[in-house]
T-cell receptor, first 115, second 115 residues
Framework: AQSVAQPEDQVNVAEGNPLTVKCTYS??????LFWYVQYPNRGLQFLLK??????LVKGSYGFEAEFNKSQTSFHLKKPSALVSDSALYFC?????????????FGAGTRLAVHP | SAVISQKPSRDICQRGTSLTIQCQVD?????MFWYRQQPGQSLTLIAT?????????ESGFVIDKFPISRPNLTFSTLTVSNMSPEDSSIYLC????????????FGEGSRLTVL
């Protein structure tokens, strides 16, 4: 079965500094990887995905993620953090099961950006 | 992406009662997914709802507890039956766009508290 791991429960960063939220994956075959963000009392918002092609994927709100096959990682990054980036971030992987695709989510990482 | 609306956005329920959550999509979609997010936890897939067929439930979830309807390509309901405090969660509806690369788009969620 496919899985993703987010090793950090929380990441703290000062506003204006670069941020990284870590994700590692375990899949058979080529991975389809995703990042989502959940703001307080909101649903999940899709940020970006890696399917194939360039290892650096750009997404919404200035976020990007780097796919690293040798390290089986898909870390989320942003060059300069904003206080408004404070939220819960989920990494996910696509799994094909029973003839259809579904998403398997990591445990989530809470990002706190301090002024 | 389609706009997904859920009702109710939140509710407080009594133990032993049942509640039906509605999910409306503003365009026709083949597959809809229902997820549960328990307090402080990640998302867990409950079931996949295809129009015109029985929902497909994930391990640990059964139809008697979480009956699902999918009467057409824009609407689905999830009922949480005979609720207990352990059912207190956010329930999220999602759909998959036609691109079929795997990403899902989510409604705002329905936050249920069972007393």
């Amino acid at each position: 079965a496919q899985s993703v791991a987010q090793p950090e429960d929380q990441v703290n960063v000062a506003e204006g500094n670069p941020l990284t939220v870590k994700c590692t994956y375990s899949v058979s075959g080529n991975p389809y990887l995703f990042w989502y963000v959940q703001y307080p009392n909101r649903g999940l918002q899709f940020l970006l995905k890696y399917i194939t092609g360039d290892n650096l994927v750009k997404g919404s709100y200035g976020f990007e993620a780097e796919f690293n096959k040798s390290q089986t990682s898909f870390h989320l990054k942003k060059p300069s953090a904003l206080v408004s980036d404070s939220a819960l971030y989920f990494c996910a992987v696509r799994e094909n099961s029973g003839g259809y695709n579904k998403l398997i989510f990591g445990a989530g990482t809470r990002l706190a950006v301090h002024p | 992406s389609a706009v997904i609306s859920q009702k109710p956005s939140r509710d407080i329920c009594q133990r032993g009662t049942s509640l039906t959550i509605q999910c409306q999509v503003d365009s026709q979609v083949t597959m809809m997914f229902w997820y549960r997010q328990q307090p402080g936890q990640s998302l867990t897939l409950i079931a996949t709802a295809n129009q015109g067929s029985e929902a497909t439930y994930e391990s640990g979830f059964v139809i008697d507890k979480f009956p699902i309807s999918r009467p057409n390509l824009t609407f689905s309901t999830l009922t949480v039956s005979n609720m207990s405090p352990e059912d207190s969660s956010i329930y999220l509806c999602s759909d998959r766009p036609a691109s079929n690369t795997g990403e899902l788009f989510f409604g705002e969620g329905s936050r249920l508290t069972v007393l």
